[in-house]
């Protein structure tokens, strides 16, 4: 719990300067896109992992994958939609 806090005022601060903008809204768009993204990663991941097999080196590549898939859920939502300004 403590990243996503860390996360989200870092965000909110010095990434994208919304900290003028109400907390509220924010920190519920913000629950909704990280945790889309955190089960786009998941998914990505399992069906990689699956495709490949299960090696120490399938599983890492199954992992890299998955991230490289939910960062940009996580950054063009929380730019265009959370941290929005109107």
């Known amino acids: 719990m403590h990243f996503y806090n860390f996360c989200f005022f ?6 994208f300067l919304a900290h003028d903008l109400k907390i509220t809204p924010q920190i519920l768009k ?5 945790s889309f993204a955190i089960l786009v990663n998941f998914l990505i991941s399992l069906l990689v992992k699956f495709y490949l097999g299960g090696g120490i080196l399938e599983s890492n590549l199954a ?3 998955g991230i490289v898939c939910a960062l940009p859920i996580s950054f063009f939502g929380s730019n265009f939609w959370v941290f929005k300004d109107k």
Not at 10 to 15: F, S
Not at 30 to 34: A, Q, S, T
């Open 63 to 65: 992992s890299f994958v």
């Open 10 to 15: 870092t965000n909110r601060r010095l990434t």
């Open 30 to 34: 913000f629950l909704l896109v990280y």
